[in-house]
C-alpha cells in the first residue's frame, strides 16, 4: 500500500517535546513510509530532534503559520513527483496506525481527499468548549456549501492524491487552512472522504489555538470561506456568460 | 475654526518634513513617500488657500472650511492607507512563496551534497 511516491509531511513549530516520539513512532509502523518535518522555523530544538529520529527536514528560514508551512511540504512533495500525501500533527495527536486506513480509503474510493475524524470511542471532540463551539458553528455552516456534512472540518490528519496535491501546491489558504482547504475543493468539485480515527492528547506543549485566538480564528476563517464562495461564484457566473 | 486650519499647516508641515527626513535615511523608499508627500504639500496648499477651502465648502454643503479640509484629509488618509495595505498584502504574498522556494532549493541542495558524499 505504501510505495515511494508516498510521502508523510509533518508540519512542525516549537515542537521538540514530540516530534521525535512522532516520527519514531511513524517509522515504527511504517519503515518504508518517507517522512518529510516541514520546520516552520522554531525556536528550539524540533529540527535536531527530528533529523536524530530519522526524517528529513525541510526547514522554513521564516516563521509562515501553519498554512505556509504545510503548502511548503506539499509544494517539495509536488516537486519531487509524489502522487500521495498524508499529513498529521507534529504534537502526537494522531495515531499513526491510522495512516493505513486513511491510505485504503483514498486509493478505494478515487477521491481527492481523506480526512481523519475522531471516532466516537475516542471521545468525541475533546476540545476546549470555544473551539468545540466553533467547530460545531462551521459544521453548520459548510453543509449548505458542501453539500454534505463533515464531522470534523478542523481535523488536520489528511491525505491527498496528486490532483489536490497540485491544487495544494499553487493554492492553499495560509494561517488556519483546515476549513478553507475544504471549500477550495469543493470549487474544483473534488471529492473528500472521512475515515473515523483515534485521538490522543498532546505529547508534549501547548495547542496555539488559545480561548482568545479561537474567536480571531472564526472571524478569520468565515472570512475565508465567504471570499472562496465569491470566488466560486464570480468564476460560475463568467463560465454561464 | 482659524485654529484649527493653522493646526493642518502645522501637521501637512510637520509631515512634509518627517517624510523628507525618512527618505534621507532610506528609511522610506521614493516610490512609496510620494503619496505622503502629495498628502503632506495639498494639506498646506489648503489650509493655507481660504477662498477654495471656502468654495469647496460650497460644493459639500459644509459650513465650516476647516471640516471641509478634515473631510478631504480623511478621504486621501484612507486612500493612502488602502493602497499600503495593497502593498504589504502583495510583499507578504511574496515573502511567502520567497521563503517556501528558499526551503525547497536549501532542501534540495543538501539531499545533492549528501547523495554525492555517499557516492565517494
Known sequence: ?241 | MELLLDILTVLGILLLLIVLRSLRRDHIRVEHSVSWLAAAVALIALSRSGPVLVRLSGYLDLKEPAITLLFLILIVFLGVFYRFSRAISELKDMNITLTQRVAILEYKLQRQNEEQQAKH
Open chain 1, 1 to 241: 500500500m505504501i510505495d515511494s511516491r508516498t510521502l508523510l509531511i509533518i508540519p512542525a513549530f516549537n515542537e521538540e517535546g514530540a516530534i521525535a516520539r512522532v516520527v519514531t513512532e511513524v517509522r515504527q509502523t511504517y519503515p518504508e513510509l518517507q517522512i518529510l518535518v516541514t520546520d516552520d522555523c522554531s525556536e528550539d530544538a524540533t529540527v535536531d530532534q527530528a533529523l536524530i529520529a530519522g526524517a528529513r527536514v525541510l526547514q522554513l528560514p521564516c516563521h509562515l503559520g501553519l498554512g505556509g508551512c504545510v503548502q511548503a511540504g506539499y509544494k517539495l512533495a509536488f516537486e519531487e513527483g509524489y502522487d500521495t500525501v498524508i499529513r498529521i500533527d507534529g504534537d502526537g495527536q494522531h495515531d499513526p496506525k491510522d495512516i493505513g486506513r486513511l491510505l485504503e480509503k483514498l486509493r478505494a474510493t478515487g477521491c481527492e481527499m481523506v480526512i481523519g475524524v475522531r471516532a466516537k470511542e475516542s471521545g468525541g471532540l475533546q476540545t476546549h468548549p470555544i473551539r468545540k463551539i466553533g467547530i460545531h458553528f462551521f459544521r453548520m455552516l459548510l453543509r449548505p456549501i458542501l453539500g454534505r456534512p463533515v464531522t470534523d472540518p478542523t481535523s488536520g490528519f489528511v491525505a491527498v492524491n496528486a490532483k489536490a496535491l497540485s491544487v495544494f501546491s499553487s493554492s492553499f489558504p495560509l494561517e488556519y487552512p483546515e476549513i478553507e482547504t475544504l471549500v477550495v475543493l469543493q470549487r474544483r468539485k473534488f471529492r473528500f472522504e472521512e475515515v473515523p480515527c483515534r485521538m490522543r492528547k498532546r505529547m508534549a506543549g501547548r495547542s496555539s489555538i488559545t480561548a482568545m485566538k479561537s474567536v480571531y480564528y472564526v472571524i478569520h476563517v468565515l472570512l475565508g470561506v465567504f471570499i472562496n464562495i465569491l470566488r466560486f461564484d464570480g468564476r460560475a457566473r463568467k463560465g454561464q456568460g
